[in-house]
């Protein structure tokens, strides 16, 4: 079974500081990588996909994330955060087998907290 | 569309109630799932469904039960609660993208069993 792992538990980034959360996944075979952001007692709102084509991959409210494959890696950045980012982040893998690729695995989330 | 729904908001419940969570969805998506999200351990699959009349389990499903009568809808039956179930229950609907899926996901119900 493939398995998620995000390394940073809490990220706390002053204004304007440029941000990365690091995502690994294990599975050897084709993927499927999303990043979804929690902010406090919300659901989840997908913040960008990658399914395949260009590994630099750019997402809503200016995240981007880039699909290193023989890193097995999927991190996420922005170059300037803002306190409305503070939400808690989450990576997500699904192996893509071409009948269908249903089951999520999501990594533990990584808190972020940004300082004004 | 009001996307992925789920009733209720909140639910207080005691050792050995049952009740069902319900989630609908109005994009005619043929996957649903349900996942259930416990502080530090980022979300984890209970079951889903591929359409309906088809379902399977995910990586935590003792305790639940699923059927999927119909496109729109597929509730979560909890048979007999227990104070290790409680957390947040999200659903998600999803649709074929030719080369992926992704989903969408409900706003959450907040279960508490005492």
């Known amino acids: 079974a493939q398995s998620v792992s995000q390394h940073n538990h809490h990220v706390i980034l002053s204004e304007a500081a440029s941000l990365e959360l690091g995502c690994n996944y294990s599975?050897?075979?084709?993927?499927?990588l999303f990043w979804y952001v929690q902010y406090p007692g919300q659901h989840l709102q997908l913040l960008l996909k990658?399914?395949?084509?260009?590994?630099l991959v750019k997402g809503i409210k200016g995240f981007e994330a880039e699909f290193i494959k023989s890193k097995f890696s999927f991190n996420l950045r922005k170059p300037s955060v803002q306190w409305s980012d503070t939400a808690e982040y989450f990576c997500?893998?699904?192996?893509?087998?071409?009948?269908?690729?249903?089951?999520?695995?999501f990594g533990k989330g990584t808190k972020l907290s940004v300082i004004p | 569309n009001a996307g992925v729904t789920q009733t209720p908001k909140f639910q207080v419940l005691k050792t050995g109630q049952s009740m069902t969570l319900q989630c609908a969805q109005d994009?005619?998506?043929?996957?649903m799932s349900w996942y259930r999200q416990d502080p530090g351990m980022g979300l984890r699959l209970i079951h889903y469904?591929?359409?309906?009349?088809?379902?399977d389990q995910g990586e935590v499903p003792n305790g639940y039960n699923v059927s999927r009568s119909t496109t729109e809808d597929f509730p979560l039956r909890l048979l007999s609660a227990a104070p290790s179930q409680t957390s947040v229950y999200f659903c998600?609907?999803?649709?074929?993208?030719?080369?992926?899926?992704?989903?969408?996901f409900g706003p959450g119900t907040r279960l508490l069993v005492l």
């Open positions: 990658y399914f395949s084509g260009d590994p």
């Open positions: 998600a609907s999803s649709y074929s993208e030719g080369v992926g899926e992704t989903q969408y």
């Open positions: 599975y050897g075979g084709t993927v499927n």
């Open positions: 997500a893998v699904t192996p893509y087998s071409g009948a269908g690729s249903y089951q999520l695995t």
């Open positions: 994009m005619n998506h043929e996957y």
């Open positions: 469904s591929v359409g309906a009349g088809i379902t």
